[in-house]
């Protein structure tokens, strides 16, 4: 009798057991599994023609919409010239925000050094632009949204709130396929993206071997943009098939506080490289001793390149011999082991210790993140697209029209153009007048030449002028829709006394700089070009 009971308590505490066992089980099958569900929709999508996130109603964005209604933009500049008024134009045009110049009348005179050492202050000068007593003061701070960007090269051609809009779009994807590449590491390691840097095709100045290139992820863009020749040598030149991967840092925008992380860590790499002789990681020219000859995307690239070694090292520390297993199992499984990948067209097949003779890094765990700084990239030139190595991936397109005319002559090397994807981005409301052109003959998105990436339809809010052809910036002038309308435009603008041309452009030397101070009257013949009364 008592053997009996005996047999039958047992009996239901084995099924618990095994219940138990099999719930764990499932677990971590089914949570990965989970999270690359609810992430397929995205990462599914590569000739998809708009990439623009809109949260439902009850779904909260990164960064709260009150953080957005003040945007700090930053152009470090030490002198103006027609291309500084360029810049500054397009945002008047567009109703920007009134930005500060940082570095103004600096004199930079480093012997041997980039612009005499100038580049260093896209990260000094901005740093103490976000670190000023009076304005950390203020409550909230550190939570408003930061821009610095190239002052010389960039036009803007879409409003701010597209450009804001399309800022959360990058981090809801990128979070995404974070989350999926790194599986529980993501969520236990607290991994969030919120500053986002450009995205270029070439891994520069650094050299290949060293940890700011290869242990970067791969490019999430399609893998037949250029055909047969994609990531390959083959092209107009050497990078101009290959996909955008790289960090390039002609522009940069996230929170203050995000910013600042990434800004002081920076400095900390600017002074160790000051101080650096001879380092390992150099192709023997001694380059890298001073941050390649002074420049700020030297450092920039290599904090990326760390911070993707490091997201590898603690994908692998939350990983269990129950991963192993279920990978054979289920393939592609969130936080399984990445697909190999080549850093031109030599094979990376372990990101932390690749074959090749490279810069050696400590593959160990380190509690507190130290290298993780939260950068994503704009692989998709929604913010921006860079021209260098890219000027024929680009055209200025009348939407409404007939594409196919309007790309002229495709050459042999260039991406064949996906001609039938080409339409206007769902937040360009393309059959409605624009309403920042008020009291203008109605314009419309859709009848505008803008300039558009045709290998994956994206009509970016800025162009990037990076490439060495710096003359593009006189050519295509003439070619963007504000062409013959610059001027009346401009004119309005005057009279609603926006704060650029009413009050000055704020300096971060407490200076207001009148427009026709900084951008006198000479140079309205290039910037209002063939407009009546120049």
């Known amino acids: ?295 700020d995307q030297s450092i920039f690239v290599e904090m990326f390149g760390e911070q993707e070694y490091y997201r590898e090292v603690m994908r692998r520390h939350h990983r269990t011999r129950v991963d192993d297993m279920l990978d054979k199992v289920i393939p592609g499984r969130a936080g399984s082991k990445p697909p190999p990948t080549d850093i031109q067209q030599v094979p990376v097949l372990d990101r932390l210790e690749p074959a090749f003779t490279h810069q050696q890094y400590n593959k160990t765990h380190l509690p507190g993140k130290p290298y993780e700084f939260g950068i994503a990239l704009d692989y998709w030139s929604l913010l921006g697209h860079q021209t260098s190595n890219a000027v024929t991936d680009a055209r200025y397109i009348r939407h409404g029209l007939p594409v196919k005319q309007q790309l002229g002559k495709v050459g042999k090397f260039d991406c064949v153009p996906k001609t039938d994807m080409l339409s206007l981005p769902n937040d360009l409301p393309g059959g409605q007048p624009l309403p920042w052109m008020r009291g203008s003959v109605p314009d419309m998105w859709d009848t505008m030449p803008l300039y558009t990436e045709i290998c994956i339809n994206t009509v970016p809010v800025m162009i990037h002028h990076n490439s060495v052809e710096k003359y593009q910036r006189e050519r295509q002038w003439s070619q963007t829709w504000w062409y013959r309308r610059a001027k009346p435009l401009f004119e309005e603008r005057r009279k609603e006394g926006i704060p650029q041309l009413a009050e000055g452009i704020p300096t971060d030397r407490g200076t207001m700089e009148q427009w026709e101070r900084i951008c006198p009257k000479f140079l309205e013949k290039e910037l209002f070009r063939n407009e009546k009364g120049n």
């Not at 980039?114 to 203020?138: C, E, M, V, W």
């Not at 990681?281 to 001073?290: E, K, L, M, P, R």
Request: aromatic share 10%; charged share 20%; net charge positive.
């Open 1 to 295: 009798m008592f053997q009996l009971f005996s047999n039958r308590v047992r009996r239901p505490i084995s099924l618990v057991g095994i219940a138990f066992v099999f719930s764990t089980l499932a677990l971590y099958i089914i949570a990965p599994y989970t999270v690359q569900q609810q992430t397929s929709e995205i990462l599914k999508q590569p000739w998809t023609t708009s990439r623009i996130y809109k949260p439902p109603n009850n779904q909260t964005t990164t960064i709260s919409p009150a953080a957005d209604k003040k945007l700090h933009i930053l152009l470090p500049a030490t002198r103006s010239n027609i291309n500084f008024c360029k810049t500054l134009l397009t945002m008047i045009l567009l109703g920007y925000p009134n930005p500060t110049i940082i570095a103004w009348a600096d004199q930079d005179r480093a012997s041997g050094l980039l612009g005499g050492g100038s580049h260093f202050a896209k990260i000094t000068r901005t740093l103490d632009y976000i670190n000023d007593p009076k304005r950390r003061s203020q409550p909230g701070f550190d939570e408003e949204l930061v821009m610095m960007l190239d002052a010389y090269d960039i036009w803007f051609q879409l409003p701010v709130d597209v450009l804001l809009s399309r800022y959360h779009a990058i981090l809801e994807e990128e979070n995404a396929r974070v989350a999926h590449r790194m599986g529980r590491a993501f969520t236990q390691e607290g991994i969030n993206s919120r500053v986002v840097f450009g995205a270029g095709k070439r891994c520069a100045p650094n050299i290949l071997t060293s940890v700011a290139c290869y242990p970067v992820p791969e490019s999430p863009l399609p893998n037949d943009i250029y055909g047969g020749n994609t990531d390959t040598f083959v092209g107009t030149n050497q990078w101009s098939s290959y996909r955008t991967r790289y960090l390039n840092s002609g522009y940069i925008i996230g929170p203050v506080g995000e910013v600042r992380r990434v800004l002081e860590r920076a400095l900390e790499k600017l002074e160790e490289c000051q101080n650096r002789k001879g380092a390992s990681f150099d192709d023997g020219t001694g380059a890298s001793d001073a941050c390649y000859r002074g420049s």
